[in-house]
């Protein structure tokens, strides 16, 4: 037996058995069943159909409406090959009838078709209403009911592969194939749905008995005793076991339902044991934590919050005082914080990491900030001396290139207790903080679950506080970062101006440029952001560096500055200090300022090439104006200018913009936008990192059945963490043992 969660155990129940185990399953079918990955019992229980049909009653051939997708049954009354002369083109028709009008089969430049059938076979067709003078559809999936020659059906013939004597008999079960949801299998060539049916069928008979429930079975530990769960306020989940389908029941439903929706239930059941597999592996990792772990105890007495708080010159958010209540909650706890603070780009993170350092801090244990990049790290800490530096805390500095200590004539009196802000070069081994507290992350999509350990290592278990500005999608929060807490920011520092995306072809570029040249004469400042920085000789791809001198020209006489990755750190620094400084006006960059860059009076930024941009990265770039009190404005350019048409006397019609950039310029919502970028990218785009776990998903999508992943998590939650002696078999009154 297993106890290693929701697995159930196969070997007991011979699932492990080669498919050759079932009833109609041959040396030939085995190796069909073998391209498609399926070699046991198991595989073949899983290897769920592609869609089902609803064959309980057919369409009438002489009720069907043009463009319709259905499925009809009749015999064949007619049938032949015509060749068109003028074209060479060939169609094969059989001609049906159901009793109530004929149906056109038709398919074309196929003239061997002819071979599959025979005039006075039933046939069932499924496929779309292609026209209804004369009735016909094109190229329709068939299936033959019952054949004159008894032959065999067309598939089992085209491979060749499994002759007459491999085909299904169908008085066996007749009532697999009609009358009923059917289910209709991806197919290797040479298996016949008929046949695959037939397999289902013969292995659930055979097997399906002796499908074990998941160990240990959290449905029925839940509902026996009494409890209720949320599903996040989203669609209702039902919690009783009574409610769900076994495993065994699941998996037959998934073949054979009586009903679609028997279907869908079934693919949630089993999606709802992918989910609960995954969270324990999440969660006791979690658990792991708490029960090796002391925290240390940061939660601080608000002996420099205070001063620190009335010298801000604006009032935290009511969104950065929830967060920080969270936080200073988990510091003085007794289980190290591992905490996820999501905010939107402007959210104003940074605030909130400097007071939780605070809290460090006046705790007397330093705290440690790691950036993505050099620019950031430097921006960062130039912020927080800022901050700091007036209540007397030392911040450093570390990164590839500065390691210093702090200011001489700075001492808090702690030791080397302060702030030391840097890139991963932190995760060296020279750096070694004093009385380690806190370790701050921030962008954390940057890096990686090791480089986040290697860091925590520094110290004996510091909290953890990972700052992103991606949104995270809640299901991927849940399995990706499903070991941390989650805060949101979801409110916006008020006196913000409001931020317009306009979408546009190169014909505008002219007016654009006007544009931006009046907003520079206000005083505003602008970002022009290029996909690279050297061109590759791709026509739709402008790069910093050729673009840069033009930009200059073109902007005259207001200074231009240029930023790339590819620039040496110092360079880097310069160009933005002036940039911040307001001595350049405009930025030529790539999206190396997507990440974390603040400078309030930029309001302007113009991508080119936008449609080379992922969304959430749009959206990052984007987040980098709107940080002032005016107006400002995104213009995105795509797409090819429409070739001399000021030339012509009639305009020509635009082309329709790309959908996700139009989706784009229509919200600011970040959460939104990377919903769809998820749904449009998948996982791993997202975020940048391998191990989602989502390669081990078969029935579960992260992306639809986020209620099932909240469930999930909710039920395993509730079993690690049931008293050890509750266990769900006992009777509660032996509990208070
Ligand atoms: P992000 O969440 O993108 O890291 P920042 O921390 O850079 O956002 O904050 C963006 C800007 O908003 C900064 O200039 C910051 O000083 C300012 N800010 C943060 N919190 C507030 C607030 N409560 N009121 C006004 N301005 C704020
Ligand atoms: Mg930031």
Redesign the pocket.
Known sequence: MTSTGAHASAETAGLESPVSAVAGVGSARARLLAKRGILTVGDLLLDAPRRHEDRRQFSKIRDLQEGQKTTVSGKVIAMGNKTFARTGRSVFEVILDDGSAHLHCRWWNLPQMERFFDVGDELVVHGKVRSLRPKAMDHPETETLSSVTREADPETLAAGAVGAAGAVDLAEEPSLHVGRWVPIYSLTDGLTQRARRWIAWNALKAFGGRIPEADPDLLVEASRSGWTASADGQQEIPLLAQAWPSRAQAIRDLHFPVSDTDAERARQRLALDEFIALQFEIQRRRLNLESKATALPCQGDNSLMRPFLARLG????QA?NRVLREIREDMGGTVPMRRLLQ?????????VAAAAALMALESGYSAVVMAPTEILAQQLHANFRRWLEPLQIPVHLWTASVKSRSEPGLNLGLSDVGLTVGTHALIESSFLPERLGLVII?EQHRFGVAQRERLLRKGRYPHLLV?T?TPIPRTLGLTLYGDLDISV?DEK???RGKIRTHLRTPDALPKVWAFIRRELELGHQAYIVYPRILDNGEEDAKSVETEYPRICKALEPHAVGKLHGRMPPEEKERILGEFRAGRVKTLVATSVIEV?I?V?QATLMLIENAQQFGLAQLHQLR?RIG?GAAESHCILMSGKASASSAALASPSAPLPPDPRLKAFSETDDGFELAELDFKLRGVGELTGLAQSGSDHLRFGSLIEDRPLVEFARQLVRRHLRRPPTGHPTTDPSNKAR
């Open positions: 604006f009032r935290p958010t950065q905010g939107d780009v402007g959210s104003g993170k940074t605030l921030d700052m500005a920011l520092p008020p006196g974390g603040d309030p987040g940080r």
